[in-house]
């Protein structure tokens, strides 16, 4: 009789039906991605469940979310299967078709996108892209759980753990040609909620001790320039994307802004990506968004 050890192994069908779920929130979604049935996801569910001995996912208004238990395995999950992936690499049997998950931070989706898509498609015809936009925090978590392959986005910290480039990045305050910085009243400020920038730029104002209110917050880049060109106050933004985002707003010149220091950009591989066999990929995003910038 074979000897029990008192665990078991979970098989990465399993992982990868619960990644999906986590990433639609739906079962139904996740069964259309994996061509599988939506009984059958389930029973992967149950199964995974009762292998890790509590509940993983729990249901919300719209969908399902993940339960702490949830959140704790998603991470580790990742892991498994990137370095599952990278054991086949090294066999030689990467399946064909396999997608590279690319995170670009949302300020810089409209400046280097396209130039991103052509140089990934010159360096590596036969691969897939899914690509993923957030602000910097967002893009960060994703590469820490292996969601993401690559990401080009703002360095957070000092840790130089999967930073294969960096460069610095200038900003500017921008405002309606028509808007005027107030001299004795706070000024209004529009923010990114949760935004890595505006947290750097609020530190500023503080630090300088220049008074100030927010007067619109929105997640999209977008909806911030629609409340510039509205003449709701001012936001920072990256320099050589001012005109792409809008043409109608201006540099501010107020000398009661302060000046806005650099901040630093980079490119991020996860753990456990195949640099070697990567590199041509790696190479690319750099030049798209390297390039992007010093033409501007």
């Given at each position: 009789?074979?000897r029990?050890?008192?665990?078991?192994?979970i098989?990465?069908?399993?992982?990868r039906?619960?990644l999906a779920i986590?990433?639609?929130?739906?079962?139904?979604?996740?069964?259309?991605?994996l061509n599988?049935?939506?009984p059958?996801?389930?029973?992967?569910?149950?199964?995974l469940?009762?292998l890790?001995?509590?509940?993983?996912?729990?249901k919300k208004?719209?969908g399902?979310g993940?339960?702490?238990?949830?959140s704790i395995?998603?991470?580790?999950?990742?892991?498994?299967?990137?370095l599952n992936?990278?054991?086949?690499?090294?066999?030689?049997?990467?399946?064909?078709?396999?997608?590279?998950?690319i995170?670009?931070?949302n300020i810089?989706?409209?400046?280097?996108?396209?130039?991103?898509?052509r140089k990934l498609?010159?360096?590596n015809?036969?691969g897939?892209y899914r690509?993923?936009?957030?602000n910097?925090p967002?893009l960060?978590e994703?590469l820490?759980s292996?969601?993401?392959d690559?990401a080009a986005?703002?360095?957070?910290s000092?840790s130089r753990?999967?930073?294969v480039?960096e460069w610095l990045?200038h900003?500017?305050?921008?405002?309606?040609?028509?808007?005027?910085?107030?001299?004795?009243?706070?000024?209004?400020?529009?923010?990114?909620e949760?935004?890595?920038i505006?947290?750097?730029?609020?530190?500023l104002?503080?630090e300088c001790?220049?008074?100030?209110?927010?007067?619109?917050s929105?997640?999209?880049?977008?909806?911030?320039a629609?409340?510039a060109?509205?003449g709701?106050?001012?936001?920072?933004?990256?320099?050589r994307?001012r005109l792409?985002?809008s043409?109608?707003?201006?540099?501010a010149k107020?000398?009661?802004?302060?000046?806005?220091r650099?901040m630093?950009?980079?490119?991020?591989f996860?753990d456990g990506?195949?640099?070697?066999?990567?590199q041509a990929?790696?190479?690319?995003?750099v030049s798209?968004?390297r390039s992007?910038?010093?033409?501007?």
């Amino acid at each position: 009789m074979p000897r029990q050890y008192g665990h078991s192994n979970i098989p990465t069908e399993l992982y990868r039906s619960f990644l999906a779920i986590s990433q639609h929130g739906s079962f139904t979604k996740a069964a259309e991605e994996l061509n599988l049935t939506q009984p059958a996801i389930s029973a992967q569910m149950k199964r995974l469940q009762q292998l890790l001995g509590g509940d993983l996912l729990v249901k919300k208004a719209q969908g399902v979310g993940l339960t702490e238990l949830g959140s704790i395995v998603e991470s580790y999950a990742r892991r498994v299967l990137a370095l599952n992936d990278q054991v086949i690499a090294i066999a030689g049997r990467v399946p064909q078709g396999e997608t590279l998950c690319i995170g670009v931070q949302n300020i810089f989706v409209r400046t280097v996108l396209s130039d991103v898509v052509r140089k990934l498609l010159a360096a590596n015809n036969n691969g897939n892209y899914r690509f993923i936009s957030g602000n910097a925090p967002h893009l960060a978590e994703k590469l820490r759980s292996g969601y993401i392959d690559l990401a080009a986005m703002f360095v957070q910290s000092d840790s130089r753990r999967g930073l294969v480039a960096e460069w610095l990045e200038h900003l500017v305050w921008v405002h309606a040609p028509h808007f005027r910085v107030p001299d004795n009243e706070p000024i209004p400020y529009l923010s990114r909620e949760e935004g890595y920038i505006d947290r750097q730029v609020q530190n500023l104002l503080d630090e300088c001790k220049v008074p100030y209110r927010i007067a619109f917050s929105s997640v999209d880049l977008w909806s911030l320039a629609a409340a510039a060109e509205a003449g709701l106050g001012v936001f920072a933004m990256l320099e050589r994307g001012r005109l792409d985002l809008s043409r109608s707003l201006v540099v501010a010149k107020d000398n009661i802004l302060p000046k806005l220091r650099p901040m630093r950009a980079g490119v991020f591989f996860k753990d456990g990506f195949d640099m070697e066999r990567g590199q041509a990929l790696v190479e690319a995003l750099v030049s798209a968004v390297r390039s992007q910038r010093n033409n501007t």
